[in-house]
């Protein structure tokens, strides 16, 4: 799915484009939704042949989708799946909270073992840092370029081409400055089992939250030279189920520990959410990688916030 990079546009002046960090535009720069480490050619020659009987080969078709879901959104190696075609999303999307909550899992980890040895100040950092690392700065990319695209741009051909663009601008390293330091002073802020609480809750509602945005909104990028198949047709009624009760298990060890703190989080993620894709949908139409990128990042921003109050 990475795709040789377009010709990146010229600089753009009111974008807020920052000098010196223009990369080769024949180079392949990555998106806030697509998998680093997967490209169409290398994962159709790696399908399964149809009449193996193999069970292994059938237990690896099974769990194509989680799978998928994984090379998505981290960089973590695993399995070759078979295909990411049209419908790839709709199948894979249900297991979006699972991995979010497994990657909030290991930052929790990280906090937990970084307090007995560093401030907490520190552990916090160690633990966002660790999502991050997790991730690739996947969803960072795009908070980044949607903010120098919905800021930066005066009409939606303007937005879309610094979405495009690889260059960091004023208003995206401003965002990314603001989000990274919220989500460690929160957690430096709160007891260390209700920060981990937190981490493992945000990453999974985070991951749940894109569902949503793509239920309801229409992709308002150019189709033709977009990196990622988002899907034509709506998420199944199962999927939406799944992936829902997948982000309440997620939320549940917050809630308990800490339900006032849960509720502030769950309130805050909400508010805070539906900003960039209602932007979106104003400015261009509906979502893209990017507005999906930035979504998650308000989610996360939101529920640690919520977990440093009312305690």
Not at 58 to 87: E, H, I, N, Y
Not at 88 to 104: D, E, H, N, Q, T
Not at 220 to 231: C, F, L, S
Request: charged residues 15%; aromatic residues 6%.
């Amino acid at each position: 799915m990475d795709l040789p990079a377009a010709r990146r546009p010229a600089r753009l002046d009111r974008a807020g484009r920052l000098d010196g960090n223009s990369r080769n535009p024949d180079q392949q720069t990555r998106v806030s939704a697509v998998p680093m480490n997967t490209r169409p050619d290398n994962i159709e020659s790696s399908t399964p042949d149809a009449d193996s009987s193999e069970p292994s080969g059938r237990s690896m078709k099974g769990c194509a989708p989680f799978f998928q879901t994984v090379q998505f959104m981290t960089v973590l190696p695993a399995p070759m799946s078979p295909r990411f075609d049209q419908d790839w999303i709709r199948a894979a999307g249900r297991y979006f909270p699972l991995v979010g909550s497994l990657i909030g899992a290991t930052g929790a980890g990280v906090l937990l073992c970084a307090h007995k040895i560093w401030p907490g100040a520190i552990a916090a950092m160690l633990a966002v840092a660790t999502t991050v690392i997790m991730t690739g700065a996947l969803h960072e990319d795009g908070l980044a370029d949607t903010a120098d695209g919905l800021f930066g741009g005066r009409n939606r051909t303007q937005r879309l081409a610094i979405f495009k663009d690889s260059r960091l601008g004023t208003y995206g390293a401003v965002a990314l400055c603001l989000t990274f330091g919220l989500r460690v002073a929160a957690l430096a802020s709160a007891p260390p089992m209700v920060g981990a609480a937190a981490l493992i809750a945000a990453h999974g509602l985070a991951r749940a939250s894109l569902l949503v945005v793509m239920a309801f909104l229409p992709y308002g990028g150019d189709i033709a030279t977009a990196r990622t198949v988002y899907p034509e047709r709506k998420f199944s009624a199962a999927t939406m189920v799944l992936a829902g009760v997948m982000a309440v298990l997620a939320f549940a060890w917050l809630a308990a520990i800490a339900p006032a703190a849960a509720a502030l989080g769950l309130t805050l993620a909400g508010s805070l959410a539906i900003a960039p894709p209602l932007a979106a949908w104003r400015l261009i139409g509906g979502y893209t990688g990017d507005i999906l990128g930035a979504t998650e990042q308000m989610v996360e921003v939101g529920v640690l916030l919520g977990a440093a109050g009312l305690l």
